[in-house]
């Protein structure tokens, strides 16, 4: 929102201040400066003395300007808006125009152009269609900085609506300075009679979306342009002035946050009628541009036709315009959320919804219908009703709240007295109306429906008396780390484990589809929870697992072209109705080759074991893959993965018919962790280990054994062994023919290689003899196995 400090001005002394002081005020108060815009020097009033066409551009004219110097000035120009006697603003060679651009002489399709014909758009308006027409009362020569003052460009947060005025912004530069203000502006106060519509003059339909309506008509006025005060208050922050009807309005808008709007009461057929929208009724804006409403929308009505879409634009065919004789004069309080809505289903925004959807002040409508009244009396002549008429009367109660001074000391950190606090407040224009043991009852403004609980005064205070001025102080100290955080620090642990060897972590949405929970192939997905109202289709229940997820997401990147897939996510999901529990898991997806590189430049695609290998990694414990006996269709198999035969996850292979589906050049192999269970067992501490100083010994053995006993109950056994001296174990061999023509069918050879090591002392090959020996035996005595 734009601001005059020159229409700052009429409300507040600011003569003191420079705009980096005021810049510096708001910033510091929470009110965002996104820009001052200054008039460019060496930019002055001319007048279009000549046009003629350019001799080698169709759309270019040579004009000759009037300047104030003794001769006449060539420009070029590309307009077409102008006409001769028209004053326009133009900048000469030397002038910095806002976006940067210099201006110097030069040559336009081979024409002299001696400065440049400025827009109002390119000197920090909004207006971009053509050039700026100044009014004729503006002496030639005239540096234009002279004429329009400087304008600040505000960002108003939403909850502070009572800011989006000169006069809110008069109001808070008031408070936050030693400055009053002037005369002391009420525009709550009504002289007018005021009476109850009845319902042939004003029928409101929809209470709930307008709680007052009012309306005043003025008759027999003239349409004409406006004034040169007017004008140029309402082009200097970057409106464009129309007539002075509707210049009025705006003003009004501008000056105290109200919109209001003005009808030509001769179009209207009937009364007033504030009712929803038809489903696909038609709309002609006054923008030229066609809406089709819906019933949530709210209208302005006749008895016939919608004339307005109430709180956001009028209509095309009830505009003022030169032929307008009588106004019906608009004032009213429509719901935020209404608005708000209809502004965004139509995307349409205006100055005025822009203030509905934030919320106006009920207390200042009529007063804002009465001076538009008076302004267009002045400006249009006319002669108005003698009463304002009020339809579904709104009832505005203030609200109070208690201010304990300790208390807001203890929040603040500072001790600022008690009179500081009431000067603060008293400064923000609350009006204290009881005090009790120190405690006292602020009447909140009407404006001001940001207030609404103690903590907001203490907000209020420290923002006025200025955060930077209370010290900073040590509130607390480090609390001792918890559960929480070691948790929150195992997770990240993991990401950045699974990051650096070349996995990509994805972020999904906790819902999905009741057709794609069966691609959550590592949970039990019987009793996955619907949604009560879901948004789609696609969003129906929430997550059981979180492997569907990756399968999207490995399907986006097949269509792309990628050929290995490394994914995992980490994230809440939902186990089902049988527990009302949430559990964060972990998920991986692997496919195809990892990238090549110049250890691996033709890799192979990635497997099973490859899979048991990345969790290992991230476990930091050996685990087991226990085949389970689950059937899933999208599954070609599944396997509960152990820690110490305690099933902490599950691992697939998605099914050969599902991975066509999604265009998987590779088998897809996911595996989907429960980390409140690995977390549980994972190491309490960091041991560090000394490298070893003596050599080991290794021995390799290969045995038969049956073809369906897992190689986990080998493992299984070489950890029970009671050995001082065996260090590790590694299968490195395996191997089985299913033809039967160079072993057994039904059974497979494996090889181990043994490493033996004492820590104080190098090894004997003897005693290694000996150990490796009752190794063998141990696994003989246990396991049905033959040494080859």
């Known amino acids: 929102m734009k601001i005059s400090l020159d229409w700052l001005g009429e409300h507040i002394d600011l003569t003191s201040y420079s705009a980096e002081d005021l810049d510096r005020l708001l910033t510091f108060s929470g009110i965002e400066v996104e820009n001052i815009i200054m008039m460019p020097d060496k930019v002055i009033v001319a007048e279009i003395k000549t046009i003629d066409p350019h001799a080698n551009a169709d759309k270019l004219s040579v004009c000759m300007v009037d300047d104030g110097t003794k001769d006449l000035r060539q420009i070029v120009c590309g307009a077409q808006n102008f006409k001769i006697g028209d004053k326009v603003p133009l900048a000469v060679p030397g002038a910095k125009l806002g976006n940067g651009f210099s201006i110097k002489q030069s040559k336009l399709r081979g024409t002299e152009s001696h400065g440049m014909l400025c827009s109002q758009s390119e000197l920090g308006g909004n207006d971009d269609q053509g050039l700026w027409i100044l009014p004729t009362e503006f002496k030639i020569g ?82 004409t342009e406006s004034p040169h005060w007017l004008k140029t208050k309402i082009e200097s922050i970057g409106l464009r002035s129309i007539n002075n009807i509707v210049d009025i309005t705006n003003y009004v808008m501008m000056e105290m946050g109200q919109p209001l709007h003005a009808f030509d009461f001769n179009t209207l057929e009937g009364g007033i009628c504030v009712r929803p929208a038809k489903e696909g009724e038609k709309f002609t804006a006054l923008d030229g541009l066609n809406y089709n409403l819906s019933t949530d929308d709210l209208v302005i009505a006749d008895e016939n ?58 207390s200042q409508i009529i007063g804002s219908s009465e001076l538009a009244t008076k302004l267009i009396l002045e400006l249009a002549g006319g002669k108005a009703d003698k009463e304002t008429l009020i339809s579904n009367a709104y009832e505005d109660s203030l609200q109070s709240i208690s201010l ?136 129906t229940h929430m997550r059981p697992g979180l492997i569907a ?47 090549s590189s110049w250890i691996h430049p033709s890799p192979t695609p990635a497997g099973f074991f490859t899979l048991k290998g990345i969790l290992e990694r991230i476990i930091d414990k050996p685990i087991e893959f226990i085949l389970a006996d689950i059937k899933q269709e999208n599954a070609a198999f599944i396997v509960n993965i152990a820690i110490d035969n305690k099933v902490i996850g599950r691992a697939a292979q998605i099914a050969p018919s599902r991975a066509r589906q999604i265009d998987a050049r590779h088998p897809i192999f996911v595996a989907e962790l429960n980390l409140d269970l690995v977390f549980a067992e994972r190491s309490q501490q960091v041991i560090y280990q000394e490298l070893p100083k003596y050599p080991s010994i290794r021995r390799d053995i290969a045995m038969e054994l049956p073809f369906s006993l897992p190689n986990r109950e080998i493992e299984k056994v070489l950890r029970e062994i009671d050995s001082s001296l065996l260090e590790s174990f590694k299968l490195f061999d ?37 150990e490796h020996e009752k190794i063998l035996s141990e696994l003989r005595t246990k396991l049905p196995i033959e040494f080859r």
């Not at 505000?154 to 909850?159: H, K």
């Not at 019906?328 to 139509?346: G, Q, W």
């Open 142 to 223: 005239t540096p234009l900085n002279k004429i329009y003052p400087t304008i600040f460009d505000l960002e108003i947060t939403p909850n502070r609506p009572d800011c989006l005025s000169h006069l809110g912004i008069a109001r808070e530069l008031s408070a936050l300075s030693d400055k009053k203000l002037k005369g002391n502006p009420d525009y709550t106060l009504s002289e007018t009679p005021q009476r109850i519509a009845n319902k042939s003059e004003a029928n409101i339909l929809s209470p709930e979306k307008c709680s007052l309506y009012t309306t005043r008509i003025i008759r027999n006025v003239q349409v």
């Open 305 to 362: 036709k919608a004339i307005a879409i109430a709180g956001i634009m009028g209509g095309a065919d009830t505009g003022i315009t030169e032929k307008s004789q009588d106004v019906l004069l608009e004032s009213a309080y429509f719901l935020s959320p209404s608005i708000r809505k209809s502004s965004r289903s139509l995307g349409l925004s205006t100055d005025s919804s822009y203030r509905f959807e934030r919320g106006v002040d009920p």
């Open 404 to 539: 304990d001074p300790d208390k807001c000391r203890s929040v603040l950190g500072h001790n600022l007295k008690d009179q500081e606090m009431i000067e603060i407040l008293e400064g923000l224009r609350l009006r204290k109306i009881e005090i009790r043991d120190n405690i006292s009852d602020w009447e909140i403004p009407s404006y001001r429906r940001d207030l609404t609980r103690t903590a907001d005064l203490h907000e209020e205070i420290a923002r006025v008396y200025g955060i930077d001025n209370i010290p900073s102080l040590h509130a607390g100290w480090f609390a001792k780390s918890s559960e929480a955080d070691h948790f929150f620090d195992f997770i990240e642990n993991n990401s950045n484990e699974l990051s650096s060897i070349g996995f990509y972590e994805t972020r999904t949405i906790k819902l999905t589809s009741k057709l794609k929970i069966d691609d959550c192939v590592c949970t039990d997905n019987l009793n996955a929870i619907a949604i009560k109202n879901p948004l789609s289709d696609d969003l």
């Open 549 to 595: 997820s990756l399968i999207d997401v490995a399907e986006r990147n097949l269509h792309q072209g990628a050929e290995g897939l490394r994914f995992f996510e980490t994230g809440t999901v939902f186990p089902g109705k049988e527990t009302s529990e949430e559990a964060q898991h972990l998920a991986i997806l692997i496919s195809g080759p990892e990238q």
């Open 734 to 770: 395996l191997f089985y023919d299913e033809t039967g023509n160079r072993m057994d069918k039904n059974k497979k050879s494996i090889a181990y290689s043994l490493t033996y090591r004492n820590d104080a002392r190098t090894l004997k090959s003897a005693e290694v003899d000996t």
